[in-house]
Every structure is written in C-alpha cells, then in structure tokens.
C-alpha cells in the first residue's frame, strides 16, 4: 500500500511563511511527477505546482515567485516552501504522486492566512 502524508501546516498571518512536508512510503520507489494541490471551501481542487524526477517544475500563476517546489527522490519526499503568503492562499493543501499507472493522494493539511 501507498501512503502519502502531508505535515506543516496551519496558521499564519499574511505575508508569512510555511513550509509543507509531504513523505511517500509504500512499494512505489520513485514517481514520476510530485505536486501539491490545494481546495478552498466552495472551490474547486487546483494545481499549485509540480516537479518532476529532473529538474522540471511548473508552477500556478497566482503562486509563482513566492512558492518553491522541491523533491527529495531517495527519500521519496516533496516540499513546498511558501512565502509571503496571501489571504487567498487559505485552502487544504494536498500532495499528490504519479506513475504512468497510478496517482495517489495525500489525506491534505489546512493553512489559513489571516490578515
């Protein structure tokens, strides 16, 4: 079994910063793509950003320039550090894993941002 598990967040004031943790264990050694998702209340689940096993990363324009994706591949972790961090930020924060078969989910972690 797959198991993905997401920790850092919670509470912050705006402008702030966070940095989420998300660690894969199972049979899967490697993913092809990691990325966190996020899902507000009443919205939709959206794309934050992703990377690849390479150097490749993409990224959601409401978030570029103060998110930063990172992987960790012997250890099969992914990381989003996030700064200054914006009201609108506020969402469930997801982790997801893929293969070319597969795609796995996190359980998700709340940030909120106040002002």
């Known amino acids: 079994q797959v198991q993905l598990v997401e920790s850092g967040g919670g509470l912050v004031q705006a402008g702030g910063s966070l940095r989420l943790s998300c660690s894969a264990s199972g049979y899967i050694f490697s993913f092809n793509v990691m990325g966190w998702y996020r899902q507000a209340p009443g919205k939709q689940r959206e794309l934050v950003a992703t990377i690849s096993r390479g150097i490749s990363t993409n990224y959601a324009d409401s978030v570029k320039g103060r998110f930063t994706i990172s992987r960790d591949n012997t250890k099969n972790r992914v990381y989003l550090q996030m700064n200054s961090l914006k009201p609108e930020d506020t969402a469930v924060y997801y982790c997801?894993?893929?293969?070319?078969?597969?795609?796995?989910w996190g359980q998700g972690t709340q940030v909120t941002v106040s002002s």
């Open positions: 997801n894993a893929a293969t070319p078969k597969s795609n796995y």
